[in-house]
């Protein structure tokens, strides 16, 4: 089992700045890739940044060029730095780990973005 805390969500103007933390404990060496996703009120959860264990990252186009995922592996953390923020990346954001037979969810982090 893997289990998953997500912090450092809240609201921010646009443009501004916002880094969320994942951090996890369990059977961590299971895990081949951590990802963040987001859902909308209304819309399907989305992919927005994967980092594998080798430490490929990819991103969705709706994100690219302002947020960066990145680990701290000797923290158990994955962090996804959001810049630029527009009033359309406002969601929850989920932290999602995916292990040899399965993937772990967070509980998830409320970002709004707004004057």
């Known amino acids: 089992q893997v289990q998953l805390v997500e912090s450092g969500g809240g609201l921010v103007q646009p443009g501004g700045s916002l880094r969320l933390s994942c951090a996890a404990s369990g059977s961590i060496v299971s895990i081949h890739a951590m990802r963040w996703y987001r859902q909308a009120p209304g819309k399907q959860r989305e992919l927005v940044a994967t980092i594998t264990m080798g430490g490929t990252t990819d991103y969705s186009d709706s994100v690219k060029g302002r947020f960066t995922i990145s680990r701290d592996n000797a923290k158990n953390t994955v962090y996804l730095q959001m810049n630029s923020l527009k009033p359309e990346d406002t969601a929850v954001y989920y932290c999602?780990?995916?292990?040899?037979?399965?993937?772990?969810w967070g509980q998830g982090t409320q970002v709004t973005v707004s004057s």
């Open positions: 999602a780990a995916s292990g040899v037979w399965r993937d772990y």
